[in-house]
T-cell receptor, first 110, second 115 residues
């Protein structure tokens, strides 16, 4: 079964502190992994995906197939990073439908 | 092109009524997806179209739900005989599917409240 688990519903850090949002997945095969973000009163948007290996807004995520994890990290959190973050996976080929985790609400305090 | 649009943004209806939502994807995108999001949950896949063909439906999509994408452009999602459990945010997304994983662009959603 395809499943994405985000164990933390809420995460609060201070500005300048490192942040890590955890994501574990279950999938039989080689999935594509994504992080989507939703800022207050805005639509869901792609933050990054593992195949591009990019760093967006200072965030990085490494796919660890052994641990089936795709944790999102940023060394120095900013107040504007406060948002809802969703980890998602899709299968290669086919519908490429997204399976989302329940999300983690990140709050960066001044 | 201002991205994926959805109409209406909010809908309040009484139990038992029918409702229809519309999604206009980004014009060059050939795939269109519908998701549903309830409070405290991530979006859940409902169905998707490639051009005008509906190629996959989730088991979440009961027979009270029907979706269409005539001419491969906009799509409609109809819910018949609404129930309180249908209250949710309905999200539409579109993408251009060739090879590889293409980004899905999401609309603002339609929030349905069934009273």
């Amino acid at each position: 079964a395809q499943r994405v688990t985000q164990p933390e519903k809420l995460l609060s850090v201070f500005k300048g502190a490192p942040v890590e949002l955890k994501c574990n997945y279950s999938y039989s095969g080689s999935p594509e992994l994504f992080w989507y973000v939703q800022y207050s009163r805005q639509r869901l948007q792609l933050l990054l995906r593992h195949i591009s290996r990019e760093s967006i807004k200072g965030f990085t995520a490494d796919l660890n197939k052994g641990e089936t994890s795709f944790h999102l990290k940023k060394p120095f959190a900013q107040e504007e990073d406060s948002a809802m973050y969703y980890c998602a996976l899709s299968g290669q080929g086919g519908s490429e439908k997204l399976v989302f985790g329940k999300g983690t609400k990140l709050t960066v305090n001044p | 092109d201002t991205g994926v649009s959805q109409d209406p943004r909010h809908k309040i209806t009484k139990r038992g009524q029918n409702v229809t939502f519309r999604c206009d994807p980004i014009s060059e995108h050939n795939r269109l997806y519908w998701y549903r999001q309830t409070l405290g949950q991530g979006p859940e896949f409902l169905t998707y179209f490639q051009n005008e063909a509906q190629l996959e439906k989730s088991r979440l999509l009961s027979d009270r739900f029907s979706a269409e994408r005539p001419k491969g452009s906009f799509s409609t999602l109809e819910i018949q005989r609404t129930e309180q459990g249908d209250s949710a945010m309905y999200l539409c997304a579109s993408s251009f599917a060739g090879t590889g994983a293409y980004e899905q662009y999401f609309g603002p959603g339609t929030r349905l409240t069934v009273t």
